[in-house]
């Protein structure tokens, strides 16, 4: 699994700036079963426009080549509905909370060859996902 880290700072010009990085990305020979999975939480401090922001991401996720979108937090559950009213089919989005639990969840979605994007804002704490996947616990 390749993990992009960009779970330090997230605000929607920045989670804009990801998607069409991640969709630049390509995936190599030896990932030939390789999924692009965009795990993205909470853009915290956005006032009153929190919930349209997210959804609107949600929108842009969906026009994306993203295979499989997992949202972590509240606020980015609005991401997985914005997603899903863009089209995005129903088995490709997952939404948990941001449960030390959920990310041992979140890990057993993953197989090799995929290549992560990890985004939030960093009082969402995702580097959680990253221990869960080398067994540093959650």
Same mark, same amino acid.
Request: hydrophobic fraction near 45%; aromatic fraction near 4%.
């Given at each position: 699994?390749?993990?992009?880290?960009?779970?330090?700072?997230?605000?929607?010009?920045?989670?804009?700036?990801?998607?069409?990085?991640?969709?630049?990305?390509?995936?190599?020979?030896?990932?030939?079963?390789?999924?692009?999975?965009?795990?993205?939480?909470? !853009?915290?401090?956005?006032?009153?426009?929190?919930? $349209?922001?997210?959804? $609107?991401?949600? $929108?842009?996720?969906?026009?994306?080549?993203?295979?499989?979108?997992?949202?972590?937090?509240? #606020?980015?559950?609005?991401?997985?509905?914005?997603?899903?009213?863009?089209?995005?089919?129903? $088995?490709?989005?997952?939404?948990?909370?941001?449960?030390?639990?959920?990310?041992?969840?979140?890990?057993? #979605?993953?197989?090799?060859?995929?290549?992560?994007? #990890?985004?939030?804002?960093?009082?969402?704490? !995702?580097?959680?996902?990253?221990?869960?996947?080398?067994?540093?616990?959650?």
């Amino acid at each position: 699994i390749t993990i992009i880290n960009d779970a330090y700072n997230a605000n929607p010009a920045s989670m804009a700036a990801a998607l069409e990085v991640f969709k630049l990305r390509k995936l190599t020979p030896a990932q030939p079963n390789g999924r692009k999975v965009a795990v993205l939480g909470d !853009m915290l401090e956005l006032g009153t426009q929190a919930e $349209q922001l997210h959804y $609107q991401l949600g $929108q842009s996720v969906a026009a994306s080549d993203t295979d499989l979108l997992i949202t972590s937090g509240p #606020l980015a559950e609005h991401i997985a509905r914005g997603a899903l009213e863009a089209g995005m089919n129903k $088995q490709t989005v997952k939404t948990f909370s941001n449960d030390d639990a959920d990310f041992a969840k979140i890990a057993d #979605l993953l197989r090799p060859g995929d290549t992560v994007l #990890l985004k939030a804002s960093r009082a969402m704490r !995702m580097e959680r996902l990253i221990r869960a996947l080398t067994g540093g616990g959650a």
